[in-house]
């Protein structure tokens, strides 16, 4: 593993910090999301810098049908031509307002559900385990319960995972290489990230 370090505004600096504070990050793996993040956007920026032009289609012959339209009245032909145009500016406007998939909306926790769901000694399976059972006991899930749960390994041998914090950490993230976005935490309550929901509840019964 490699230090880098960077400086920041005293003002970026202490809402960073604070925000660390509330949500329970971990710093390293913080810093190798927002790395990855940069060369993801920076590769693809110079591959589109360097991306040979592809050469123009040769246009068809246009048919002798077509020059019916040499008929039609200039000022109509001259309104057709304009809402053709406006049509194509439309279509334009609609394909560059479209937001391509980002790395947090892969969900790919579905894809690895199944796994964990099968190997109870696996981190991210004590991990559920401790959730489900503190939703069983207390309703509503916190992050110092679920920290509890899973740092006693004389009471609870079953959900006991060394490093808590980074391991629940990968599990807040979809992107780089976390393990996977499974949870949400707002004020301090732990719930489940809706896009996963419906393949985690199929497969419940393992972690309960």
């Not at 991210?124 to 059972?133: Q, Y």
């Not at 006991?160 to 914090?165: E, G, K, M």
């Not at 990968?170 to 996977?180: E, I, P, R, Y």
């Amino acid at each position: 593993m490699k230090q880098i370090t960077f400086n920041l505004p005293d003002e970026l600096a202490q809402k960073f910090e604070l925000a660390m504070q509330l949500t329970g990050a971990n710093r390293d793996a913080l810093g190798e999301e927002f790395v990855r993040s940069y060369l993801a956007r920076a590769l693809q920026s110079a591959a589109d810098e360097f991306r040979v032009p592809e050469a123009p289609k040769p246009q068809p012959n246009v048919q002798p049908q077509q020059t019916a339209a040499q008929n039609v009245c200039p000022e109509t032909h001259s309104n057709v031509r304009a809402d053709s145009a406006a049509q194509a500016q439309n279509r334009s406007a609609v394909n560059q307002s479209r937001i391509p998939r980002t790395e947090w909306e892969w969900g790919k926790a579905i894809n690895r559900i199944p796994r964990w769901a099968r190997n109870p000694q696996q981190n991210n399976h004590k991990i559920l385990r401790a959730f489900f059972e503190l939703k069983h006991e207390i309703g509503n899930v916190t992050l110092e319960a679920l920290r509890r749960r899973c740092s006693e390994p004389n009471e609870h041998p079953n959900t006991y995972v060394p490093h808590f914090d980074n391991n629940f950490s990968q599990m807040k993230f979809d992107n780089g290489n976390s393990h996977g976005k499974v949870f949400e935490e707002h004020n301090g309550y732990i719930t489940i990230w809706d896009r996963i929901s419906d393949t985690l509840q199929k497969y419940r019964d393992f972690f309960e």
